[in-house]
Nanobody, 118 residues
């Protein structure tokens, strides 16, 4: 059974930083082959892509987080990270880890809350 387990969320003041981690497990989930991403969902809003990283390490970001967030991966640890700097109150959301296999299977973590106070 595939599991994506997030950690690192919490409460931070505006201008602060947090680092989210997502560790994957499961014999059918070959981490190094999969694209990984962080999505977020604010109250009353749709889930949106914050940042993504391909199996080869190419990255993409939502315009709203460019220059502030950095996504990275450690294939040896089956872990993807999201470094979030210069946080703003509008970054408050539940952040979800997502994995996409080459065959198109989608996997989601349970989510971790990030709250940025003004």
């Amino acid at each position: 059974q595939v599991q994506l387990v997030e950690s690192g969320g919490g409460l931070v003041q505006a201008g602060g930083s947090l680092r989210l981690s997502c560790t994957a497990s499961g014999s059918t989930f070959t981490f190094r082959l999969n694209a990984m991403a962080w999505y977020r969902q604010a109250p009353g809003k749709q889930r949106e892509l914050a940042a993504g990283i391909s199996s080869s390490g190419n990255t993409n970001y939502a315009d709203s987080v460019k220059g502030r967030f950095t996504i990275s991966r450690d294939n040896a640890k089956n872990t993807v990270y999201l470094q979030m700097n210069s946080l703003k109150p509008e970054d408050t959301a539940v952040y979800y880890c997502h994995g996409l296999t080459p065959k198109g299977y989608n996997y989601w973590g349970q989510g971790t809350q990030v709250t940025v106070s003004s």
